[in-house]
């Protein structure tokens, strides 16, 4: 199983603010690296609340590049690959906006959301939040650390795929029937959570 995970810190609430970009890249299922760039938003806003949640002060974006300027290298990392996200709605989401604000054409990729697969995988847990969802997994990482975020998000996938006996993007769809979201220059589709009445069956007989 091959796929990059990714995790965005916004310096405000509007989703075009990132501030830090955290990256985590699997390959035949064993993550293989690992890396956090810090971002200048544009504009160069910040509120308290978001300062509060992830610890990134304007000082410490003040001199680094913008999204644009750091967008050649960070492309390869998810363009032509299965991308994974916890709350992929949000990180997707904030990939566009910026890229829209900034004029630059989306990647082709696929995506998957650890959230909702997540609730399939683990219906019985309390809260599948990444915090609570790691504590019960017994992952480790440092929350709202936006490299570490996403390490728990691919840790979280490759544990779904090794508890339910998974080694393809096509039997982990088949057996959770999620829908796989796309992205393209001009096009966008989202994944979906599809709660059929045998997709545990059809799971169980892989698990």
Not at 9 to 18: F, H, L
Request: charged share 25%; proline share 5%; net charge negative.
């Amino acid at each position: 199983m091959n796929f990059t995970a990714i995790d965005f810190e916004t310096a405000t609430s509007k989703w075009s603010s990132i501030c830090s970009m955290g990256i985590c890249v699997v390959e035949n299922s064993r993550i293989v690296e690992e890396k956090e760039i810090l971002i200048r938003p544009e504009p160069f806003e910040f509120n308290d609340y978001n300062i509060h949640i992830h610890g990134i002060t304007p000082a410490k974006v003040k001199d680094k590049p913008l999204f644009k300027d750091i967008w050649d290298d960070v492309k390869p990392y998810v363009d032509g690959r299965l991308v994974v996200a916890h709350n992929a709605s949000f990180d997707i989401g904030a990939m566009r906006c910026t890229l829209d604000m900034f004029g630059l054409d989306y990647p082709t990729l696929k995506y998957i959301c650890t959230v909702k697969l997540s609730q399939l995988a683990y219906p019985e847990l309390p809260s599948h939040k990444l915090n609570k969802l790691c504590d019960a997994l017994g992952i480790t990482f440092s929350h709202h650390h936006a490299m570490d975020d996403a390490f728990a998000c691919a840790s979280v996938l490759l544990r779904i795929m090794r508890d339910y006996s998974l080694e393809s993007l096509s039997e982990l769809e088949e057996c959770f029937e999620i829908g796989i979201g796309q992205l393209w220059p001009g096009y966008s589709e989202p994944c979906t959570k599809r709660r059929k009445k045998h997709h545990k069956n059809a799971c169980a007989e892989q698990a």
